[in-house]
Each structure stands twice: as structure tokens, then as C-alpha cells.
């Protein structure tokens, strides 16, 4: 299938999700996300979940962060340049939610991107070549762009792998992972 033609059959099979099925599957993901060689490093890159278009809720992938004293980063987005800037996760951290309803730090300690280890990302689909489809508006393209190259990137989604994605781009940047309620991709 195209982009186009799996964002919308993904965006329709999220909106069947109820909230318990949110909660039950983010916490299976969370529990896979425990088997991977990914927690020796020092700053984890992660979002925080548009509500409204039920994303994986990473609370738990927050709390297991937390309780390995580890440095979280959430970013806001800057939707006139298409670059997202990311803030330190502190105790007193005030967010908002933009036009999107995208969770923001309202402020913090800023961090540069070239100190970034570990970057979870959205997903509305992926393919067995760790190709992934986001909403669109190209944000993690821009931003994986400009990542150290041994930046490890692990997508998240409620639902397993396609085949194969057809129309990707050149710039396209595949992930390394890809978790899952019910498994673990490694590409």
C-alpha cells in the first residue's frame, strides 16, 4: 500500500481502539521495550501522546526511565521551520498543548540533539524494512536527519508490519526497532 492509503486504514483501526485497549497495549509495548540492549545509554528522546488521535501512551516507557535514572527529553515543535527543540524532562516542567494537541514543555533546559542516544518515535504504520509512516508533516524526518548516526531509533505502534511500503522516499530514515504489543522488530 502507498502512504496515503495507510495512514488512512491506521487512523481508522486507532480510532476502534477503546481506551482500555490503549492502556493494555502501551503497557505491552513498555514490557517488550524491557527486552532490548538499549538501557546502558544516558538520553532518551520521547513523546508524549496525542490523546485525541490515540497514540501509545508512553507513561509507562516514562516511569521505567525514571526508575533507571535516565535523562528524558520531550520536544516542541516549531510548525513555521518544521524543527522540534528538545527540553530536559524536569520535576517542575510545565506543558501546554499546541494547535495540535501535541503535549509542549512551555520552557526548560534546552538540550542539543547531538547528545541524544535513544529516540522513541510515533507511528501511524511501519513495514518489515523498517520504513514508517508519521502523519505527514515530515517533523522526525527533519529532526533523525540531524541525529548522531548511531542514534538508536525505535518506532512504537499498536499494530504489527506491513509488507512492504511502496512509495518511500530517498530522505526516508528507517528505523533500527520497531516494538510492538507482540513483538520486537530489529531491522
Request: proline share 3%.
Amino acid at each position: 500500500m502507498t502512504k496515503r492509503e495507510l495512514r488512512k486504514t491506521y487512523k481508522a483501526k486507532r480510532k476502534a481502539l477503546s481506551e482500555n485497549d490503549i492502556e493494555n497495549l502501551s503497557l505491552a509495548i513498555s514490557n517488550q521495550l524491557l527486552k532490548l540492549p538499549i538501557w546502558t545509554y544516558s538520553f532518551y528522546h520521547i513523546f508524549l501522546a496525542i490523546v485525541e488521535l490515540k497514540e501509545v501512551n508512553t507513561d509507562f516507557i516514562l516511569n521505567i526511565l525514571a526508575g533507571k535514572d535516565k535523562n528524558i527529553l520531550i520536544s516542541k515543535s516549531d510548525f513555521e521551520s518544521g524543527d522540534m527543540t528538545h527540553f530536559l524532562l524536569t520535576d517542575n516542567m510545565s506543558f501546554k498543548k499546541n494547535s495540535y494537541n501535541i503535549p509542549e514543555p512551555v520552557d526548560g533546559i534546552e538540550i542539543s540533539t547531538d547528545k541524544i542516544d535513544v529516540i522513541f518515535i510515533p507511528l501511524l504504520a511501519f513495514d518489515k524494512k523498517g520504513n514508517r509512516i508519521g502523519y505527514g508533516k515530515g517533523f522526525y524526518d527533519r529532526f533523525l536527519t540531524n541525529c548522531k548516526p548511531n542514534t538508536l531509533k525505535i518506532g512504537l505502534s499498536f499494530f504489527e508490519a506491513e509488507n512492504e511500503i511502496i512509495d518511500v522516499f530517498e530522505h526516508d530514515i528507517k528505523l533500527d526497532y520497531c516494538v510492538t504489543p507482540k513483538q520486537i522488530f530489529q531491522f
